[in-house]
């Protein structure tokens, strides 16, 4: 292993604060890029570098995220800029992968973390000569652009499962095949919202369960990475436990957000579930649960729960009532089956480009690890 000399982040690049006198207000719809704590996300008629730089977001969600720029473009507040310094020479990729670890930064503040420009200055650094840094740019920079192709490629994987479903059902907010409307959620389904949390149990037997909570249902996926546990009597656990099939529902929350839910598929053995989630269990065989999924996340649903919720400083929110009133669209069963084994087609695609992707990313790590040791 060889070991790098060692140099403050300060004293090979410029190291400042981003342009607090510009705020998303100012962005125009042409120019160019401007950057603030979540990335490149809007357009300024004028711009404040026209360099090569390294934005790190300081503060909130994303705060030690680095976006790289070159040309012309402007950071604006809650980010730190990293800009060529006039008398040492960097190659900027390297800069960006060695900096683009969100570990690697200094954080303060508890409720919102943020990053000190003082911190940025005087971190300290691996700082090899410069062929080498060019050489480990380019390692980098050519396996990172496997994983953006890998990207691509489930983002292309995405919009054909959404054309398959506009190309055999057309719009469902407008119908123009014609399929039948007569039909609501609450005829074909059985609908509850779950387990209250905090309620009084008054001595009752219970046992200790995983349960869902809104956090763990998005929009076609769940997010089992964090699941809690509450205690509930057995006669709760009968009437809240999950099934393969059982369509989930948040009951509210940002207005973008209504509609929101996705199918359960055994991925626990026993899981019941919170009161803000709504359980949809089909009672009819005219609906299959997928097309059901897809039919209520589409521009239909969204625009009937936006429509029906009830909307309080920024939250709204869908009660029983309104969500048994979904108006269904019923094509044939024949034809959502098809649909599904469809969509099972691509998942198959979808799986195997995931695992790659994984690999990749673990690949990755390995490569800025080793690099930054001297070990490439």
């Given at each position: 292993?060889?070991?790098?000399?060692?140099?403050?982040?300060?004293?090979?690049?410029?190291?400042?604060?981003?342009?607090?006198?510009?705020?998303?207000?100012?962005?125009?719809?042409?120019?160019?890029?401007?950057?603030?704590?979540?990335?490149?996300?809007?357009?300024?008629?004028?711009?404040?570098?026209?360099?090569?730089?390294?934005?790190?977001?300081?503060?909130?969600?994303?705060?030690?995220?680095?976006?790289y720029a070159n040309g012309k473009w402007t950071a604006i507040k809650?980010?730190?800029?990293?800009?060529?310094?006039?008398?040492?020479?960097?190659?900027?990729?390297?800069?960006?992968?060695?900096?683009?670890?969100?570990?690697?930064?200094?954080?303060?503040?508890?409720?919102?973390?943020?990053?000190?420009?003082?911190?940025?200055?005087?971190?300290?650094?691996?700082?090899?000569?410069?062929?080498?840094?060019?050489?480990?740019?380019?390692?980098?920079?050519?396996?990172?652009?496997?994983?953006?192709?890998?990207?691509?490629?489930?983002?292309?994987?995405?919009?054909?499962?959404?054309?398959?479903?506009?190309?055999?059902?057309?719009?469902?907010?407008?119908?123009?095949?014609?399929?039948?409307?007569?039909?609501?959620?609450?005829?074909?389904?059985?609908?509850?919202?779950?387990?209250?949390?905090?309620?009084?149990?008054?001595?009752?037997?219970?046992?200790?369960?995983?349960?869902?909570?809104?956090?763990?249902?998005?929009?076609?996926?769940?997010?089992?990475?964090?699941?809690?546990?509450?205690?509930?009597?057995?006669?709760?656990?009968?009437?809240?436990?999950?099934?393969?099939?059982?369509?989930?529902l948040t009951e509210g929350g940002d207005p973008d957000k209504l509609?929101?839910?996705?199918?359960?598929?055994?991925?626990?053995?026993?899981?019941i579930h919170q009161n803000h989630v709504f359980r949809v269990r089909?009672?009819?065989?005219?609906?299959?649960?997928?097309?059901?999924?897809?039919?209520?996340?589409?521009?239909?649903?969204?625009?009937?729960?936006?429509?029906?919720?009830?909307?309080?400083?920024?939250?709204?929110?869908?009660?029983?009532?309104?969500?048994?009133?979904?108006?269904?669209?019923?094509?044939?069963?024949?034809?959502?089956?098809?649909?599904?084994?469809?969509?099972?087609?691509?998942?198959?695609?979808?799986?195997?480009?995931?695992?790659?992707?994984?690999?990749?990313?673990?690949?990755?790590?390995?490569?800025?690890?080793?690099?930054?040791?001297?070990?490439?």
């Amino acid at each position: 292993m060889r070991k790098f000399p060692t140099a403050h982040l300060a004293e090979v690049a410029s190291v400042n604060w981003g342009d607090t006198s510009v705020t998303k207000a100012s962005y125009a719809g042409t120019g160019y890029p401007a950057y603030s704590a979540t990335g490149c996300d809007g357009l300024l008629s004028g711009f404040q570098h026209d360099s090569e730089g390294i934005i790190l977001s300081a503060i909130g969600a994303k705060c030690g995220k680095c976006f790289y720029a070159n040309g012309k473009w402007t950071a604006i507040k809650n980010t730190i800029t990293i800009t060529p310094h006039e008398s040492i020479q960097a190659n900027f990729r390297f800069l960006f992968h060695l900096l683009n670890r969100e570990e690697l930064w200094p954080r303060r503040g508890v409720g919102q973390p943020f990053i000190g420009l003082a911190d940025a200055r005087k971190l300290g650094l691996p700082f090899p000569a410069l062929p080498q840094q060019r050489r480990i740019a380019a390692i980098l920079d050519k396996a990172d652009d496997l994983r953006t192709k890998r990207r691509a490629a489930l983002a292309q994987l995405d919009s054909l499962t959404q054309s398959i479903f506009l190309e055999m059902f057309g719009d469902p907010a407008t119908n123009p095949k014609g399929w039948s409307e007569e039909v609501s959620l609450g005829d074909v389904s059985d609908i509850v919202s779950g387990v209250t949390k905090g309620r009084q149990l008054n001595g009752k037997v219970t046992r200790n369960v995983p349960y869902l909570a809104v956090i763990n249902v998005q929009d076609r996926s769940l997010n089992l990475a964090m699941v809690k546990t509450i205690e509930a009597t057995e006669e709760e656990i009968e009437r809240y436990r999950l099934q393969k099939g059982d369509l989930l529902l948040t009951e509210g929350g940002d207005p973008d957000k209504l509609g929101r839910g996705t199918l359960w598929g055994d991925e626990l053995p026993v899981c019941i579930h919170q009161n803000h989630v709504f359980r949809v269990r089909l009672t009819s065989s005219v609906v299959e649960p997928l097309f059901l999924e897809w039919l209520i996340g589409s521009a239909r649903g969204k625009r009937y729960f936006l429509r029906s919720a009830k909307q309080t400083t920024g939250i709204a929110t869908i009660n029983m009532t309104q969500l048994r009133g979904f108006p269904l669209l019923l094509p044939p069963v024949k034809l959502q089956r098809e649909f599904a084994r469809r969509l099972a087609a691509v998942e198959c695609v979808k799986s195997a480009q995931r695992k790659s992707l994984a690999n990749l990313n673990a690949a990755f790590s390995s490569l800025q690890h080793r690099a930054f040791r001297g070990e490439l």
